[in-house]
Each structure stands twice: as C-alpha cells, then as structure tokens.
C-alpha cells in the first residue's frame, strides 16, 4: 500500500496546462483524483502554483475544481520575476 502525500502541488501555465504533481490533467481528471484522494485522506493539501504569466481566469477555475473536490486545505502560490518587480 503506497501512502498518499500530504501535499499535491497542482501547475498552471501561462498556456494554460495544467499539471498535477508534474502530469498534465484535464480539469476534470484534476477534479477526481483529488476527490478519491481526499476520500483516502482527507487532511490532504493542494498547493496552486502559477508563474506569474498564468491566466487569472485560469488560476481561479484551477481553485474552484480544488474547492469542489473537498479540498479544505490549499494554498496559493505565485513566481514573479525580477522584471514584475521592476515596475
């Protein structure tokens, strides 16, 4: 029996992909591994993680399908480049 991690990291490029732990899913794909996850182990955490040059829109689905899969425990993160803090 392998153990589930305590932390999933879900990706958002500024393409739009989106990857779980480092394979790209589809949306809903995202949306039933979490929840048969959180079914196994429901202290799980996600951590959204954009690049700075992601979509918004996109981060904010990302969130929503996180949320509805009974994710109670997740995170934001962002990566700014030295030029974003320039201005």
């Known amino acids: 029996i392998s153990r589930v991690p305590d932390e999933r990291v879900?990706?958002?490029?500024?393409?739009?992909?989106?990857?779980l732990d480092g394979v790209t899913v589809t949306l809903p794909e995202l949306a039933g591994e979490l929840s048969r996850q959180r079914q196994n182990y429901p202290a799980l955490k996600v951590v959204v993680r954009g690049d700075g040059e992601s979509s918004f829109q996109q981060i904010a689905e990302v969130l929503q399908v996180v949320r509805s899969s009974g994710v109670e425990q997740m995170g934001v993160a962002a990566r700014v480049t030295n030029e974003r803090m320039r201005r």
């Open 10 to 19: 879900v990706e958002v490029t500024p393409d739009g992909t989106v990857a």
